[in-house]
C-alpha cells in the first residue's frame, strides 16, 4: 500500500497539468493500476502510480521565451500596429461601401415598392371606371329591350320608326276597349 496519498481524477489533472481525459485514458490503459474506485469520490488514483507513468505533480512552468531588445520591440510593435491600423481602415472601408451597397440596393427596393403600389392604384382605379361603365351599358341595354308583354306585339325586331303604324282595333260588341293603366281617358 502506498503511503502517498490519492488525488481523484480532477484533482490528478489539476496537478500534473493535463485533462482529465488524458488521466481517464491512462487510467484505462493500465498506467495507473492502483488506482480503485470509490463510491463517494469516483476514481482515486496514487501518485505514486502517476509519478511511475512518467507525469510530474506541479511542474513549473517553463521558462519565458528570451525577450528581445527594446528597439527591436519598438519596430516591431510598430510595424504590427501599422499592419492592424491598415486592416481596421480596410475593414471599415468594406463597411462603407457595404453599407451604401446595401442603402442604395433599399432604395431600389422602396422606388420599385412605390411603382408597383402607385401601378396597382391606377389600376384600381381604372377597373372601377370600367365597372360603372358596365353598368351604363347594362342599364341602357335594359332600356333597349321591349316589355315582355310588348315582345308579343312587337313582332319582329324592327326599330319603331321602320315599322308602319297600324290602325287601332275596332271594338266589336264583344269586345271591351282596354283600359290604359295611367288612368287616362277613353
Known amino acids: 500500500m502506498s503511503t502517498r496519498p490519492m488525488l481523484t481524477q480532477r484533482e ?4 500534473c497539468g493535463v485533462s ?9 490503459a493500465g498506467d495507473l493500476p492502483g ?4 463510491s463517494q469520490r ?9 509519478l511511475a507513468a512518467g507525469l510530474r505533480l ?5 521558462p519565458d521565451a528570451p525577450k528581445a531588445p527594446k528597439a527591436q520591440d519598438a519596430q516591431a510593435g510598430n510595424v504590427e500596429a501599422d499592419q492592424e491600423h491598415e ?3 480596410a475593414l471599415r472601408a468594406e463597411l462603407e461601401r457595404m453599407q451604401s451597397e446595401h442603402a442604395l440596393a433599399m ?8 411603382l408597383a403600389e402607385a401601378e396597382a392604384a391606377h389600376l384600381k382605379a381604372r377597373l372601377s371606371e370600367r365597372g360603372a361603365h358596365i353598368e351604363d351599358l347594362q342599364r341602357a341595354l335594359a ?5 315582355p308583354e310588348r315582345a308579343e306585339l312587337a313582332g319582329p325586331a324592327v326599330p319603331a320608326q321602320a315599322r308602319p303604324k297600324a290602325a287601332p282595333p275596332v271594338p266589336t260588341g264583344e269586345e271591351q276597349p282596354r283600359r290604359r293603366w295611367w288612368g287616362g281617358r277613353r
Open 42 to 50: 469516483g476514481w482515486l488514483i496514487p501518485v505514486d502510480d502517476l
Open 107 to 114: 432604395a431600389d427596393e422602396r422606388h420599385g415598392r412605390e
Open 35 to 38: 488506482a480503485v474506485q470509490d
Open 87 to 89: 486592416d481596421v481602415a
Open 20 to 28: 482529465r481525459t488524458t488521466i481517464r485514458r491512462r487510467r484505462e
Open 143 to 147: 332600356a333597349l329591350m321591349p316589355a
Open 12 to 15: 490528478a489533472a489539476t496537478a
Open 58 to 62: 506541479h511542474a513549473p512552468a517553463p
